[in-house]
C-alpha cells in the first residue's frame, strides 16, 4: 500500500471511532445525571431541601437550604455532573441578602486569609467563583463507581458550613457570628 494510502485508512478509522468515544462520555454523564437525580429526590427532604434541575443546563441541579441556619440566610446549593467523570457541589452562602462577595466585603484581606486557612481544617473546601462570589465546595470523581455513601456524607454536612460563615462575619461587615 501507498503511504498515502495508509494515510487516509487512518484518517477514516479515527473519524469513524471518534463519534464512538464521544458518544461513549454522553452515554455516562446522562446515566450519571440519572442516577444523580433519584439520589437528591430520595436525601433532598432529609435536609429540608428541594433539588430540581436547572433551566439552563440539564446536568446541573439546584436547591436552597433555608432551615436551622443561625449565621447565612440561606445556602444555595448547585450540583453539577461533568463530562469529566466528576460531580461538583458549590455552596453559595447568602448573608443580609446576597452572596458573600470578595470585593464587596468590609475587609478583603481578612475574608480571603479566612478562606484559605479553612481549606486546612474543614471537610468542605471554600473558594470563590469569577464574580467573586464566595462558595464551599466538594468534587467527586467517579473512576470507582456512582458515591451514593459519600454524597450523602456531603449533603448531610452543608448545614456545618453555616458555622464558618459565622467566623467569617467580622470580614464581610464587621459584627460577629453566633
Known sequence: MHRSTVKFLLFVLILISAPAVYGQ????????????S???????????????PS?????????TLKDGLKNADSMDIVIQVTSKATIGFRVFPKF???????????NSALLLRQLVQFNARTFLYWGADSDGDVFTGYTFTLESGFPD???KIVLASIKN???FVGELRPAIDGSTGQ
Open 25 to 36: 462520555a454522553d452515554v455516562a454523564q446522562e446515566k450519571t445525571r440519572q442516577r444523580l
Open 38 to 52: 433519584v439520589l437528591l429526590q430520595g436525601e433532598g427532604p432529609a435536609i429540608n431541601v428541594s433539588f430540581r
Open 55 to 63: 433551566e439552563k443546563n440539564q446536568f446541573v441541579f439546584v436547591g
Open 96 to 106: 443580609k441578602g446576597a452572596y458573600i462577595n470578595i470585593d464587596k466585603a468590609r
Open 149 to 151: 455513601e459519600a454524597l
Open 161 to 163: 458550613s453555616d458555622q
